[in-house]
């Protein structure tokens, strides 16, 4: 995947993972894409521990783990700020 196909990506991850989490309200643009970059990578690492894929592309596979490392990744955060 090119940089443009991460950013894109990351950022639709991100913002799905952030109304999930109802903190949708408190993040921009540029965190929702950096959400989703740093879940993808964490959702490609649960993934493959369990015996799936991590990130393979630019489609609905990749949408949806990128969506639930985001989502632990905002979990993991809300935790540590309280």
Known sequence: MGICSWLVLG???GWLASIIKGTNARMGMFANIVAGIVGA???GWVFSFFGGRGVTGF???SLLVATVGAV???S???IIRK
């Open 41 to 43: 990578m964490v959702g």
């Open 76 to 78: 993991l955060l809300q």
């Open 72 to 74: 632990i990744l905002l």
């Open 59 to 61: 489609n609905l596979y």
């Open 11 to 13: 950022g639709i991850a």
